[in-house]
T-cell receptor, first 123, second 111 residues
């Protein structure tokens, strides 16, 4: 059974940094593309970015409005996915999900999701 | 403002059919990019319902179906059940943003 479990969400101050983690099990993590998606309170889902598998260069893509403050990385030896958020802003408050990112046809979709971790940015 | 527009809410009685629409533009759905659909209940992980416009994962019942035409896509739920009460999001790719985009979500209420 595929399991994705996020952690690291907490109350943080504006301007600070956070590192979120996602522990994966039940599938071949090293062979998977992975994405982070967030949901800001009262709004819909927003894609943050993805990291491809090593065989595809382990390259990263980020949502254009978020480029610069977010960094996605992975540790295939530990089956872990990470999201580093720097220069935190109040609008980063929300629930952050990790998801398996499946490329199919003309784009990708998110096949499996974790339950999310809550990030609150407030002074 | 989402590049994919969904009506904020739709409702129906048990057993009825409801349709959720997702309207994009020439840089996303109209450009031929696939549309995918998710169900999301508060406090839980989103669930993939439809991928590549009309394909259903094996565990999703066939009373859910997806379609796409022009710059729009739709998710239909027939035989509405209480468990269908949730938020539903469409997702695609946008060439002008060079990234994944989601619709704003539609809340389905079972009367």
């Amino acid at each position: 059974e595929v399991q994705l479990v996020e952690s690291g969400g907490e109350l943080a101050k504006p301007g600070g940094s956070l590192r979120l983690a996602c522990a994966a099990s039940g599938f071949t993590f090293s062979g998977a593309w992975m994405s982070w998606v967030r949901q800001v309170p009262g709004k819909g889902l927003e894609w943050v970015g993805r990291i491809k598998r090593k065989n595809d260069g382990e390259t990263t893509d980020y949502a254009a409005p978020l480029k610069g403050r977010f960094t996605i990385s992975r540790d295939d030896s530990e089956n872990m996915l990470y999201l580093q958020i720097n220069s935190l802003k109040s609008e980063d408050t929300g629930v952050y999900y990790c998801a398996t990112d499946v490329y199919f046809g003309s784009g990708s979709y998110f096949n499996e999701w974790g339950p999310g971790t809550l990030v609150t940015v407030s002074s | 403002q989402s590049l994919l527009t969904q009506s904020p809410s739709v409702s129906g009685a048990p057993g009825q059919r409801v349709t959720i629409s997702c309207t994009g533009s020439s840089s996303n759905i109209g450009a031929g990019y696939d549309v995918h659909w998710y169900q999301h209940r508060p406090g839980t992980a989103p669930k993939l319902l439809i991928y590549a416009n009309n394909r259903r994962p094996s565990e999703v019942p066939d009373r859910l179906s997806g379609s796409k035409s022009g710059i729009s896509a739709s998710l239909a739920i027939t035989g509405l059940q209480a468990e269908d009460e949730a938020d539903y999001f469409c997702q695609s790719y946008d060439s002008s943003l060079s990234g994944v985009i989601f619709g704003g979500g539609t809340k389905v209420t079972v009367l």
